[in-house]
Structures are given as structure tokens and as C-alpha cells.
């Protein structure tokens, strides 16, 4: 059995309730160019729920994979879920 999951270092005590307030929303597009491809890269965190003490969600994170395709190589993005 796999089991994913992202580490967060806090710099200061949180409850549960606070961390998942603090990551609710939590959304960054960044602009990725290598010409002549223009692409918008996302990190997001999605469907959080706080159920007792546990906090579950969807970590999201956009990559560029180069794909070779007819005799050039090719930026993709591709999306990783945690």
C-alpha cells in the first residue's frame, strides 16, 4: 500500500482547525516560458475536510516533462496529486 503526503514545517504552535483554515484556498499560478511555449503552472490545495483531528486534501502541483516527439523534444505539463 502507497500512502502519499506533504510535510509542512510550522514555525509556530497551530491547532488543526488553524493549519486547515491557513491552507484553505491556498493557490499559486506561475508562468513557465521556454519558447514558444507559454504555460501556467499550478500548485493548489483542494477538497480539505477536518474531520475529529484529522485534516485530509488533495495537494496539487503542475510539472514540465519533456517528450520526445518526431525528432524534437517537446514541454508538457503534467499534473501530480497527493
Not at 491557513?22 to 503552472?41: A, D, M
Not at 510539472?63 to 524534437?72: A, D, F, K, Q, Y
Amino acid at each position: 500500500m502507497v500512502l502519499a503526503g506533504k510535510v509542512f514545517k510550522l514555525r509556530e504552535p497551530l491547532t488543526i482547525a488553524e493549519i486547515a483554515h491557513k491552507l484553505r484556498g491556498y493557490r499559486i499560478e506561475e508562468e513557465y516560458v521556454e519558447e514558444p511555449h507559454r504555460f501556467n503552472l499550478l500548485t493548489e490545495v483542494f477538497n480539505l475536510n477536518l474531520i475529529n483531528d484529522e485534516l485530509k486534501g488533495v495537494y496539487s502541483k503542475d510539472v514540465v516533462l519533456h517528450i520526445p516527439r518526431r525528432g524534437e523534444v517537446v514541454p508538457v505539463v503534467r499534473t501530480v496529486e497527493a
